[in-house]
């Protein structure tokens, strides 16, 4: 079957490839900003758990001044890291969902102000996007249909694992909700029974009071 003078099952998976590039875009993150001397940017990224992490970093060069790179999780785990910094890439594979920090920190005894800020490109794939397909069609001696296949195969999956966890998270919060209202219900029973007492006491006391001093029977 010819679907617009292409074979439909390479018309499909470039209907697939349009239909799940808005996912494709969020596992791409690319910037670039300076970086004054002396100084310290961190970028920081919450990704998912066993994902693929890849980067390629450069940082324009400027004398005696010495840039360091350094990725670290929220536990301070480091992941990555370079002294000296001036080009590179970098690749790890997350085990667990965390909050990961990608830190540059500029050192020159010159003193700020007296050096011109350096130019930092970072680019940081992650998920299918990091994964090489070119090496894995060579490997697997697979042809572009079937290695656009295995990628679109990969990204389903993926979106699947990340409905999975936000229907996990879902359900972690209402069970929150429902445990502090439940919690909210018994102090609200606690602070009622609290007044009553209180009233309660107030009414007998004030009766012994204004009996004491004659003012009721």
């Known amino acids: 079957m010819i679907l617009g003078g292409l074979p439909w099952q390479t018309a499909m998976a470039r209907l697939a490839t349009i239909l799940l590039l808005p996912v494709l875009i969020e596992s791409v993150f690319s910037i670039s900003f300076f970086l004054p001397v002396n100084s310290r940017k961190c970028l920081r990224e919450e990704i998912h758990k066993d994902v693929l992490v890849t980067g390629e970093y450069e940082i324009s060069e400027q004398a005696n001044t010495k840039t360091n790179l350094k990725i670290t999780d929220s536990s301070s785990h480091t992941l990555y890291s370079k002294e000296d910094a001036t080009k590179g890439k970098f690749a790890f594979t997350t085990e667990d969902y965390d909050m990961f920090e990608v830190c540059f920190e500029s ?16 680019d940081m794939k992650h998920g299918v996007e990091a994964k090489n397909y070119e090496e894995i069609a060579k490997v697997e001696k697979l042809k572009p249909l079937e290695v656009e296949l295995r990628r679109l195969e990969d990204l389903s999956e993926s979106i699947v694992n990340d409905f999975a966890y936000m229907k996990k998270r879902e359900e972690e919060m209402r069970d929150t909700n429902e445990s ?10 606690f602070s009622m029974c609290c007044l009553i007492g209180l009233a309660t006491w107030q009414v007998f006391y004030l009766r012994r009071f204004f009996k004491a001093k004659k003012l009721i029977e």
Do not use: A, C, E, H
Request: net charge positive.
């Open 180 to 189: 502090t209202n439940t919690r909210v219900l018994y102090f609200s029973i």
């Open 107 to 122: 050192k020159s005894p010159m003193g700020s102000g007296r050096v011109p800020d350096q130019l930092v490109n970072l």
